[in-house]
């Protein structure tokens, strides 16, 4: 006989999924909109944006924002959509934020337009407020009576027919179980009749004697509040993660106000098809008839007048908008006047630069006419402190280990080059550090892949001096000029490493 072999399976760590911004937790700003010396938030620097943003988050909170536009303009590198995220996070979870590129509205599947509207639609929020009848308490009694027929001996009978085994075979399965439920509260207790699906409902919640459970009269939903104080001192019946709760006063019978926070695009899609639910999970919505939306809004404002629903409009940021055409402008200039307009927030790097599809220029790429009705903020470089800092911190939700001189030379090497760079530079010294099981990311680190890997203005040089050996090559004197605007001139022609690797 074969020894049986035993494997020791060992937990694998779970991956942690960490973005470009995670980071970021606020916009850093104290009551009276002054940028905090302590970096609680993940921003740095970018002191007078900061404190625009944090008044435009004001006005959003106060309703005096809504159908506003917001322009975020900077170059590229000065933290233009951190900045956007802090305010999604300074807003809360209450209020819809949508944050959608420019590049994502061509596509063949649907009009750009229509993926504009339904990104506003995205950013309006719709508070229901509804009172229901629940049934609140403490579980004194649990009965289920299970019925008496239907035994497998039964069912397997020679003499039986097809519908009464059919019939045994559903009582066994618990088709035909009844019981009866007893809640109390502090001044009262009452007997509950019980059928079959609130049984099996106790059953999945695994409710038992001593839990305070909420019942749901329109729906039927049981949900499990807890334990009883009453019972803390079963340490049997419970787990460690026991909750305890207080045991209900009044009656058992209460009328309770649920409020639930949806998006009109929502509404929309579940409206628009008969299985529009399941739609919203699939992601395949596609274009919404405008009649669906009339009749919507229409219902919506009956809501409102009734008291039963209220709007919340939220924020819809625009990244790289200055990839829009001029049919989007126009779009846009037209749906911030509409009444269920959200508060519009966009970001460009762009300087004067010509109108995708057209021969004209304007600032930001953005036309005369929708930039008249933007509040701009613009964003400033960083200076070698704020890299820095922005460093470390990244460096900190990382988990990586950094020595004190390699935090200078990634913030150097962030102001002379740019932050990505930096901060992609930091990730792979990590790998490097860790390749040779050090637990702290050394100069020698940073100084050995950043003779790796090429900056921009390296790899821009590179090309420039190798001209020859590409195919297709076209440099003439406007690139001359582009490229010395961009700092690649003939000093960077040296070893890649002279200039900031000197320590």
């Not at 590409?470 to 582009?482: F, I, L, T």
């Amino acid at each position: 006989m074969a020894t049986p072999r035993f494997t020791e399976e060992t937990a694998r760590p779970r991956m942690a999924r960490l973005g470009a911004h995670s980071h970021i937790r606020g916009l850093g700003l104290d009551a009276s909109l002054q940028p905090l010396s302590a970096n609680v938030h993940g921003l740095v620097g970018q002191g007078r944006a900061r404190r625009a943003a944090g008044v435009v988050v004001k006005m959003i909170q106060g309703g005096k924002l809504s159908g506003r536009a917001v322009l975020i303009a900077g170059a590229p590198g000065t933290g233009k959509t951190a900045l956007a995220m802090g305010m999604a996070q300074a807003l809360g979870e209450e209020t819809p934020f949508t944050k959608l590129a420019a590049s994502e509205l061509y596509s063949l599947e649907m009009n750009k337009t229509e993926a504009l509207r339904q990104a506003f639609r995205r950013s309006i929020g719709v508070r229901i407020t509804e009172e229901t009848e629940i049934i609140e308490g403490e579980v004194v009694e649990l009965q289920i009576d299970k019925p008496l027929g239907g035994s497998m001996t039964g069912v397997e009978g020679a003499g039986e027919s097809a519908a009464a085994a059919a019939a045994a075979a559903a009582a066994m399965s618990g088709g035909g179980k009844t019981g009866k439920l007893t809640l109390k509260t502090t001044d009262m207790e009452t007997v509950y009749d019980l059928g079959t699906k609130m049984i099996d409902s106790l059953s999945r919640e695994k409710v038992s004697a001593g839990d305070v459970v909420s019942i749901d009269k329109a729906t039927g939903k049981i949900s499990k509040l807890g334990r009883s104080f009453a019972r803390s001192r079963d340490y049997d019946a419970m787990g460690a993660s026991a909750r305890f709760v207080r045991c209900p006063d009044g009656e058992l019978q209460t009328r309770k106000s649920v409020v639930h926070t949806v998006t009109l695009h929502e509404v929309d899609v579940i409206n628009s098809r008969q299985q529009g639910f399941l739609a919203l999970f699939a992601g395949d919505t596609g274009e919404i008839k405008p009649e669906v939306r009339e009749q919507i809004d229409s219902k919506v404002a009956e809501w409102q007048e009734e008291g039963k629903a209220s709007l919340v409009p939220g924020v819809l940021f625009i990244d790289e908008v200055h990839m829009l055409d001029m049919e989007c402008f126009s779009f846009l200039s037209r749906a911030l006047e509409h009444p269920l307009a959200p508060v519009l927030v966009c970001a460009s790097n762009r300087g004067i630069a010509r109108i995708r599809g057209t021969d004209y220029r304007a600032p930001h790429g953005v036309p005369l006419d929708l930039l008249d009705r933007l509040l701009i903020i613009s964003t400033a470089a960083y200076e070698f402190d704020d890299v820095r800092t922005i460093v470390k911190i990244r460096a900190e939700e990382e988990d990586v280990e950094l020595a004190p001189e390699a935090a200078d030379l990634l913030g150097r090497v962030g102001v002379e080059t740019s932050l990505r760079y930096a901060m992609y530079l930091m990730t792979s010294a990590a790998l490097v550090a860790a390749k040779r099981k050090a637990a702290t990311v050394g100069l020698e680190d940073v100084k050995r892949c950043y003779s790796i890997f090429l900056d921009v203005k390296r790899s821009a040089q590179f090309l420039r001096d190798n001209a020859n050996d590409y195919m297709y090559n076209e440099v003439g004197e406007e690139d001359e000029e582009v490229a010395a605007a961009h700092g690649i001139t003939g000093a960077l022609r040296g070893p890649p490493t002279a200039d900031l690797m000197q320590t």
